[in-house]
């Protein structure tokens, strides 16, 4: 039989193990809002009992571990969704953003604009010798122009802040990857396995901003630590206690933007397009493929419109029904090929596209040099109406301009220098329309459905880690109670040893 | 069975649901108040192609509208300049069967007019000249003597102007009539076709008192009648196909109009209705929030 001081060891082994176990819920209740945190359930066990004889008295309770309730996998598959999560969201804001722009339909849009542009070349066909109208004609070019100018300088707007971003998003990752390596090292180290609950939620509420800034593939390994590499598998971010830096060097990706390199050894590992998913991927995707995409359409557009004018432009007489290719006289020191764009009739693959831009490159830098000739812009009776010497009032040449508007085959998409059957520039301008919206359309269907994904896995990693406050009520109640009777049985071992001690033989 | 819930997960469910309904808001609110079915091109990306090429055709019809209205505005003149031409061709051929040395004055007053009119002038262009717009087209020989020959210095050159958009073989309209062959005809400068000519061999006739030779000239001033008559009909011709062309353009535009409409206006009812069901939605999600912490364990404990 146990003596009263084991009974009272008994009892006290019984408060400390309650109150132990109060303090946990405690901690849950004050972390019912951090982000990341895992609730922590303390174990009670029996402590081992002691034999007289063939009778076996029990020694009290120990809290024997603080345990997470984590699903380890729940939280991989977290990071992944997470990232293209943000990736699908960050395209969609990227391109959402130059759509309404680009995509205008109204009196101010590219397609408007390129029409009114031929409408001058009509009107210009109805009095081929108003000074009015030529000086109307080059008002609406210069419309056209700038409507032009201004989208590209948009794209180009975007894929620059595109770029910047890129470079504080490479900063972030780093501080990111050092300290979940600092994390690693602490998990690696802990007594027990699976006793560091703080580091693990630490790390993983760290992993997730992680994978929201570039996308992730998580392994856990043996000792616990977690090895990241890119979501491409190129590349290893983070291995057990050490991170690997990224950084951005100037140059090296599309158009002079800066590459992202990652510093695994000498020479540095080059990951700019391993980089798919999370903000740096779909900035980087932004930046290199779905903008200039977009850039391109307009180039191709662009130059199109420019061969085709200028060709027949440099057949055609000025308003006087003399002045021609031949016989202009330019204003110095601007030389004139009685071209109504500025291009160049040596341009070994375009004649009639500027220096530089042709079909080979797939006319990049046509909108970035697109301008109305300036002997043009000087002198209106230089615009080649007529087709025939000494005819003024001829208007043929002004008539198989306008007729381009509608002309079939004018757009070379496909970048074999030769216009792509069945194209008119409207249609270029209603497929860029809808190549832009298409592309919104699907960045916004795709965030909604990973929005979707994630808050359901979010919602499955809260019902099994996450805290509810009645759970916990209900186990301070029980706690509670049970520290009142434990503390009860003490004051009962207490009024024993009084009886025994003070009352006993009086 | 039970399913634990968290205390975060039933706030970030009613997050979201209030997020994308206010979103669903915003943007119907957008269609309301701009009346378009498109508030930006990834609402529709096909139907916003659309529009953009309805628009398109719906300007190029106008444009040609114009190039109509623009080819009236030289045909117009022209018919105009040649229903004088055959009232003066009438007094002439009165002259002819009852006038005497008495009418020489009026002959020149005619020819004098006659020259006028075939220099006839259209927003600053000489309507008789054929392309070369700018030169005065009937000049006479002696600038001095009203009465000297009257020569062409114009072309037989046509200018066109395009009535549609195919650009391989357009529907083209000619708008002017070369001069010569309206005054000279077919027999050109100083043959029996060349009304100037009819009035000077009319003077000498009368000069000269001879019968037979205004015999002639009558005859001739026939034939000239008979050319007037075809230029007007050609130019009162290509008025009229004019005149049709602009009404199936504007009808055409009014049929391209409705399409448009029908693809970009917004849906009053259905977006009313629908603006009405989110703001039910959005105020019982607001409830539900707020009353969702309003109860736990917590409350009931002493």
């Known amino acids: 039989m146990p003596g009263l001081n084991a009974s009272l060891y008994l009892g006290l082994s019984g408060l400390q193990a309650q109150q132990s176990a109060l303090s946990v819920v405690g901690q849950n209740i004050a972390n019912v809002n951090t982000p990341g945190y895992t609730r922590q359930r303390a174990d009670l066990s029996s402590n081992l009992s002691l034999n007289e004889g063939q009778l076996y008295f029990g020694t009290g309770v120990t809290l024997t571990s603080v345990q997470g309730i984590r699903d380890r996998f729940l939280d991989l598959q977290i990071y992944r969704e997470t990232a293209k999560e943000s990736g699908a969201s960050d395209r969609f804001a990227g391109l959402n953003a130059i759509a309404t722009s680009l995509a205008d339909s109204g009196s101010s849009g590219i397609g408007a604009q390129i029409q009114a542009f031929f409408q001058g070349f009509q009107d210009l066909s109805a009095q081929p010798q108003s000074a009015a109208l030529r000086t109307n004609l080059v008002n609406k070019a210069q419309g056209m122009v700038t409507a032009l100018k201004t989208r590209y300088q948009l794209l180009d707007d975007q894929r620059n802040s595109a770029d910047q971003a890129v470079g504080s998003l490479v900063t972030q990752v780093n501080t990111l990857t050092d300290q979940i390596a600092n994390l690693n090292q602490r998990i690696m180290t802990e007594t027990t396995p699976g006793a560091n609950n703080d580091a693990r939620d630490q790390r993983k509420a760290l992993t997730d901003k992680l994978s929201a800034l570039v996308g992730i593939s998580v392994f856990e390994g043996a000792k616990g630590e977690y090895q990241i590499t890119l979501d491409s598998g190129t590349g290893v971010l983070v291995n057990g206690t050490s991170a690997f830096q990224l950084r951005t060097s100037p140059g090296g990706a599309l158009d002079g933007k800066s590459s992202v390199l990652l510093d695994v050894g000498v020479p540095p590992l080059n990951v700019t397009s391993d980089i798919k998913e999370g903000q740096l991927g779909a900035r980087l995707d932004l930046r290199d493929n779905l903008l200039p995409g977009l850039q391109r359409q307009l180039d191709q557009l662009a130059a199109g419109i420019v061969q085709g004018v200028n060709q027949l432009h440099r057949t055609g007489f000025a308003a006087d029904g003399i002045t021609n290719s031949a016989s202009a006289a330019p204003h110095p020191p601007l030389a004139f090929n009685n071209y109504f764009f500025v291009g160049d009739p040596t341009n070994p693959s375009n004649p009639g596209l500027p220096v530089g831009v042709d079909f080979t490159g797939n006319y990049k830098g046509m909108v970035s040099s697109l301008a109305i000739d300036p002997n043009i812009v000087l002198d209106s009776s230089l615009i080649a109406a007529a087709g025939a010497a000494g005819a003024k009032g001829d208007n043929t040449k002004a008539l198989a301009m306008a007729a381009l508007q509608t002309a079939l085959g004018t757009v070379d998409l496909d970048g074999n220098g030769a216009g792509d059957s069945g194209t008119t520039y409207s249609n270029v301008v209603g497929n860029l329309i809808s190549d832009v919206g298409n592309k919104v359309q699907r960045y916004e269907t795709q965030t909604t459905a990973q929005q979707n994904l994630l808050t359901a896995l979010q919602n499955q990693r809260d019902s099994i880690s996450g805290v509810n406050l009645d759970e916990e009520a209900s186990s301070m109640m029980t706690l509670q109670r049970g520290y009142q009777a434990s503390a009860r049985f003490i004051s009962v071992i207490n009024q024993l040893t009084d009886q025994l001690v003070n009352q006993f033989g009086r | ?302």
């Open chain 2, 1 to 302: 069975m039970s399913f634990r819930t968290a205390s975060t997960t039933q706030q970030r469910q009613s997050l979201l649901d209030l997020q994308r309904t206010q979103e669903r808001l915003a943007q119907n609110q957008t269609r309301l108040t701009t009346g378009s079915r498109i508030t930006g091109p990834a609402d529709d990306p096909t139907a916003s192609a659309a529009i953009l090429d309805f628009d398109n055709s719906i300007k190029v019809n106008t444009q040609f509208i114009k190039q109509a209205d623009a080819a009236l505005s030289y045909l117009t003149p022209a018919e105009n300049n040649v229903a004088a031409v055959i009232e003066a061709n009438m007094r002439l051929q009165e002259l002819a069967i009852g006038g005497s040395t008495a009418s020489i004055a009026e002959l020149d007053a005619i020819r004098s007019n006659l020259l006028s009119m075939a220099n006839a002038q259209s927003q600053g262009k000489y309507v008789f000249a054929g392309t070369a717009t700018d030169t005065k087209p009937f000049v006479l020989a002696n600038p001095n003597d009203p009465t000297s020959q009257i020569t062409y210095q114009g072309n037989s050159g046509q200018i066109r102007l395009n009535l549609d958009g195919n650009a391989a073989n357009p529907n083209q309209v000619v708008t002017n009539i070369p001069g010569d062959t309206v005054f000279f005809g077919a027999g050109g400068l100083g043959s029996s076709t060349d009304i100037f000519q009819a009035i000077t061999d009319l003077k000498t006739a009368f000069n000269a008192n001879d019968t037979a030779a205004v015999k002639v000239v009558s005859a001739n001033l026939n034939l000239i009648l008979s050319n007037l008559n075809k230029a007007q009909a050609e130019l009162g011709g290509r008025q009229a196909g004019l005149e049709n062309l602009k009404e199936t353009y504007a009808n055409f535009n009014a049929t391209l109009e409705n399409l448009q409409t029908a693809q970009a206006e917004t849906d009053y009812p259905k977006v009313m209705t629908d603006v009405a069901a989110d703001e039910t939605m959005k105020s019982v999600t607001l409830s539900t929030m707020a009353k969702t912490n309003k109860s736990n364990l917590f409350d009931y404990l002493t």
